[in-house]
């Protein structure tokens, strides 16, 4: 039997590589759950400091905009979602919570609209970019708006003296 192949049958090598595996999808990011990728643990280590504003850009159904709130009792949300059909989810999912702010509105280099790939199935695959695998969804067109003028347009940057 080739070394390799004895190393791997190995149940503490196996185990070890389960483990590694393991970490590099936590290193990576690659869940969108903030309860597992670390961002449940952020905003609570960050809830004690006097946060007013917090923009979700990418808001999807709001899941990461509620935890926001209730980290941040004095904060107002800004939840933006590009996404129409997702934002009317994001829109009712959040309609409880008066301090989050919900738009069907993406950040852009320009105002206007862009052309999206769209899975309903799947609403946290939402693209501007080819996918690198078939899919089963659809073009749709989403509003946009520059970073500044939206920022503007809602009041950041005012004075309140």
Same mark, same amino acid.
């Given at each position: ?77 800004? /939840?933006?979602?590009? &996404? ?10 959040? @309609? *409880? =919570?008066?301090?989050? +702010? #919900? ?32 899919? /089963?969804?659809?073009? &749709? ?10 920022? @503007? *347009? =809602?009041?950041?940057? +005012? #004075?309140?003296?």
């Amino acid at each position: 039997m080739r070394p390799t192949a004895r190393i791997r049958r190995n149940p503490v090598i196996r185990t070890a590589a389960k483990l590694c595996r393991q970490y590099l999808k936590w290193y990576g990011n690659a869940t969108y759950k903030p309860e597992k990728n670390g961002e449940r643990w952020l905003l609570r280590t960050l809830a004690g400091e006097p946060v007013r504003t917090v923009l979700d850009v990418g808001a999807n159904v709001g899941s990461w905009s509620l935890l926001a709130a209730e980290a941040f009792p004095q904060a107002t949300i800004f /939840a933006l979602e590009i &996404v129409p059909a997702t934002a009317t989810e994001l829109q009712a999912r959040t @309609a *409880r =919570e008066p301090r989050v +702010r #919900s738009f069907n509105l993406g950040l852009a280099e320009h105002t206007g609209t862009m052309t999206l790939r769209y899975n309903p199935a799947a609403s946290t695959h939402s693209t501007f970019t080819e996918y690198p695998h078939p899919w /089963a969804g659809q073009q &749709v067109e989403c509003p946009v708006m520059r970073g500044d003028e939206f920022l @503007a *347009r =809602e009041g950041f940057g +005012r #004075s309140t003296s």
